[in-house]
């Protein structure tokens, strides 16, 4: 996204902005292989079911990057800027940019990135305390590996069922 020259570029500070809202963030990617998918493509990238709990509609800020195989047209980037801009609250700045990758093995391929939504309240499967610090004869902070394996060994999807 920031080391490729597009159409309408997405840059460094441009990206700060969008980071810079607190809270959590997600990421989404959606690819169509046709003019007609482009829908399915903003869906894709919008509804992720390994972040189905969190509501981008409530999201301070957006970077929609869409990386296309050959040119497409204002009409479709305005389809795809429109859709995600309905899913987000009035107040959210929404940044967007637009390259073309010949290399790319799709139509299009849409990268939606939602920052400043409401922090987590999920417990972290790793937890640290002071103890699990040490320190190096160099005075450079190490963290001593404690995973809870055994909360590991659960399935995602139901780990996140008590989320």
């Known amino acids: 996204m920031l080391t490729t020259t597009g159409f309408i570029n997405v840059d460094l500070n441009d990206f700060g902005k969008i980071m810079n809202q607190k809270g959590d963030a997600i990421l989404g990617i959606g690819r169509s292989d046709s003019a007609d998918g482009i829908e399915d493509a903003v869906e894709q990238a919008l ?3 390994l972040y189905k709990n969190i509501d981008i509609s409530k999201a301070q800020g957006a970077i929609i990057q869409v990386n296309c195989k050959e040119e497409i047209t204002l009409a479709e980037y305005n389809k795809i800027t429109g859709l995600v801009n309905n899913m987000l609250d009035d107040q959210a700045l929404m940044i967007c940019g637009i390259a073309k990758n010949a290399q790319l093995d799709c139509y ?3 990268l939606v ?6 922090v987590s309240e999920h417990e972290p499967a790793v937890q640290l ?6 320190r190096t004869p160099n005075n450079v902070a ?3 590996p404690q995973v809870k394996h055994e909360y590991l060994n659960i ?3 139901i780990r996140n069922k008590g989320a």
């Open 129 to 134: 305390t002071s103890d699990d610090i040490a």
């Open 108 to 110: 299009v391929e849409v």
């Open 113 to 118: 990135i939602g920052t400043g939504l409401a």
């Open 47 to 49: 509804k992720n079911p």
């Open 142 to 144: 190490e963290i001593k």
């Open 155 to 157: 399935p995602a999807f």
